[in-house]
């Protein structure tokens, strides 16, 4: 590897299932998940997977966490909880999809997370049920439910108050969304993920 990192000049060399810790300083990238397919199973699996690593990425190396994948036979809920975690994880953006047969709505989505922003969220815990990522013009919260279940979840917008908060906004539709002094409350249907922005 110190080899090829010679050689290989000033390319960007990209890893996939390497050893961690002896790829330090000789790698750029480190594929941090399981290949994705278009399906629930394995789209909340390398999500999991991902967001598990997001400490790694521009510490150690930039994350990549495989092709973003939005058309097939997933659906909006599965595709937006997708973008989310790609989002999410601060690392690379490879489009996986035939860009000539995209639906609209889901081109508009695949813009929506160029360039990357290269900042991984940070997450409350373990459950990696919210995220927060903290960019120089807004703050990005990332609520994601990974259950078969409606889920009713109260979020506080974490060290802001109603006179810092000047909008807070769905990330992939640009909606509004109403709080009050920095809270609110979502319906999260199952298998979804939300992305707010959040200006002061």
Request: with cysteine; proline share 5%.
């Amino acid at each position: 590897m110190e080899a090829i990192t010679r050689g290989a000049g000033d390319a960007f060399l990209l890893a996939c299932n390497h050893p961690v810790w002896p790829s330090l300083g000789l790698i750029d990238g480190s594929r941090s998940s399981n290949d994705i397919k278009r399906s629930w199973d394995r789209i909340k699996t390398t999500a999991r997977q991902n967001l598990s690593r997001n400490w790694q990425s521009g510490r150690l190396w930039w994350n990549d966490p495989d092709a973003v994948v939005l058309a097939g036979e997933i659906t909006d809920e599965e595709c937006r909880f997708h973008a989310t975690a790609i989002y999410a994880s601060g690392g690379m953006v490879l489009a996986g999809d035939d860009l000539t047969r995209m639906p609209s709505a889901r081109t508009a989505m695949l813009r929506k997370l160029l360039p990357p922003t290269g900042v991984a969220a940070v997450f409350a815990d373990d459950d990696l049920r919210l995220g927060v990522i903290n960019l120089p013009a807004s703050t990005m919260i990332c609520i994601f439910n990974w259950d078969d279940r409606e889920e009713v979840r109260p979020i506080a917008l974490t060290g802001r108050s109603d006179r810092t908060i000047r909008r807070v906004s769905d990330f992939w539709t640009d909606e509004t969304v109403a709080h009050d002094n920095g809270r609110l409350t979502l319906t999260l249907p199952p298998r979804t993920a939300r992305l707010l922005a959040v200006t002061s």
